[in-house]
């Protein structure tokens, strides 16, 4: 039987510190039919060096400017050919064994996104797991894009990426593709580790922003009274400590 082909994108801007970690997690995986792409922003720190370090390793490679991570990620789909994409960024990194685990499910649900669970982690020994679900994904983003694999044509289909959003464009897209009736599957398996502290968290005002603005578009609901506002910001405020205190 032949193996799917995976394709598996890491994103990077000046993250010469981490990204070998990442890279070294996607090639020690042994996967035979993988495709691995990274797409660098025009880094200046050194993050070059490491990625011409591997470049024979890798399928392909590109450094030019972009207008922010979506459109890095968008770049990286349109070079992909695999059957099924997935994406580490340049400070997570997979665990082990994942694309055989992928390539597994995929071969029986071809037109489902894969979603596996995630190690969170803040600087410390101390990882914390979280899970991919649907229960709550029209409140808010219950999928945790580093262990998200979307087989090829599904991107093709409905679309990728939306970079008017620059923090939660993956919350945009997963909700999409949800209310588009695509299939997901929730994977027991943990496929990647997640550094805690990125976009998402740091710019907490402008992410709540966008995360209304995709839910009035897609849904419909106009959330932005001052009561929801400050509802979720509380909420995601209080996160951000929780996380202070666990790691």
């Known amino acids: 039987m032949t193996l799917p082909k995976i394709t598996v994108i890491t994103v990077v801007l000046n993250n010469a ?3 070998e970690r990442t890279i070294l997690s996607v090639l020690n995986q042994e996967y035979p039919n993988l495709e691995y792409i990274v797409v660098d922003g025009v880094s200046t720190d050194g993050t070059l060096d490491v990625i011409k370090k591997y470049e024979h390793k890798l399928h392909q490679w590109i450094s030019e400017s972009d207008t922010g991570i979506y459109d890095a990620m968008n770049k990286g789909i349109r070079m992909s050919t695999g059957d099924v994409v997935g994406l580490i960024n340049a400070d997570d990194w997979m665990a082990e064994n994942s694309l055989c685990v992928i390539a597994d499910h995929y071969s029986k649900n071809k037109n489902a996104i894969l979603c596996g669970n995630v ?5 410390s020994e101390k990882g914390k797991l979280k899970k991919s679900d649907l229960k709550h994904l029209k409140r808010e983003m219950t999928i945790w894009h580093p262990g998200v694999f979307v087989p090829l044509e599904i991107y093709r289909r409905i679309g990728a990426f939306n970079t008017q959003y620059k923090i939660l464009g993956d919350y945009e897209f997963i909700l999409r593709a949800y209310l588009n009736g695509e299939t997901f599957l929730m994977l027991a398996h943990t ?11 740091s710019l907490i005002k402008k992410s709540m922003q966008e995360s209304f603005d995709i839910k009035q578009k897609l849904l419909g609901k106009a959330l932005s009274n001052h009561f929801y506002y400050a509802y979720y910001l509380l909420k995601y405020l209080t996160i951000i400590e929780i996380k202070k ?3």
């Not at 190690?119 to 600087?123: P, T, V």
């Open 245 to 247: 205190i666990i790691y």
């Open 191 to 201: 496929t990647a580790n997640m550094s805690v502290g990125g976009v998402s968290n």
């Open 17 to 19: 510190q981490t990204i």
């Open 119 to 123: 190690f969170l982690w803040n600087n």
